[in-house]
């Protein structure tokens, strides 16, 4: 048997005062998680914060009615019943996990709670015998769906299209700050750097799989430093970067993959065809992150691909000649 699916109960089994009890505290849970999302964005988008605000506001009224009619219907005691007491109940991310998300992801995920909220009240009332009890789901899903409107209605409220338009500039930045930058630094270094050693290593020994082990331990070698220097260099609190651990993921996985991207074809047995299609890769490298640097970061995309082609035949050359030698 799973641990912990002794003490649930499917939701087919339940009494309409559980299905009450069990809506009752759904509501007042989502009334916390848009509050947290509330306070979590208040800073820098109090536009989407007073949204989440109006949301909460809304999951209050309806968790007051649903007392009141609880109460009415079947006394002042509600039952302790709460999703997880509910095998095949719909469940809420945890707070942790969708605070870390994008400002796009948390809008997406507070429109999926009122949708689930509002199927759940649909499913409880065709399947309830009690006719008070089923005009009360009935009522609750048109609440649930009118509050998916009036969460549009709160929306066009407070995000007005310069609102919206600064909230995503907001966003943006953030992404390029925490992703992008550290992720784009990574794969200039692993792309640029691993020149030297893997072609110096290539045409010293001739040997495709001697060099792609040094091409893999300097990637592997070089993802591990560019991750914890820029992990370590600043924890993003003054400089508003975003989370070290997110930076030093990004560039460490980006430095290994631009380093490993052309070690790979040293797989190949026959050297001259690896090191054909390892300088293929190499010029794809190159102008890929002129590319980036031009999207991103509002640099011309000339000026970007001179100084990293230019740079990246430099290093390529060294690694050549000191191979040759």
Known sequence: MI???SNRRRFSELSEREILALAISSEAEDREIYQTFAEHLRAE??????VFDGMADEEKEHHRRLVELYRKRFGEVILPVRR???AGY???RPIWLVENLGLERIRAEAELMEIDARNFYLAAARRSTDADVKTLLSELADAETQHVGKATQLAEKNLTPSAR???DAVAHRRFVLTYV???LAGLMDGSVSTLAPVFAAAFATQNSFSTFLVGLAAAIGSGISMGLTEALSDDGV?????APIRRGIACGVMTTLGGLGHALPYLIPHFWTATAIAIAVVFFELWAIAWIRWKYMDTPFMRASVQIVLGGAIVFAVGILIGSV
Do not use: K
């Not at 988008?45 to 007073?50: C, L, Q, R, T």
């Not at 003054?238 to 975003?242: A, D, E, K, V």
């Open 3 to 5: 641990p912990g699916f």
């Open 45 to 50: 988008f109090p536009a989407s914060a007073a």
């Open 84 to 86: 997880s007491d509910v």
């Open 90 to 92: 719909y469940t809420r």
């Open 165 to 167: 338009s600064a909230e």
């Open 181 to 183: 930058q550290p992720g």
């Open 238 to 242: 003054i400089t508003g970067r975003g």
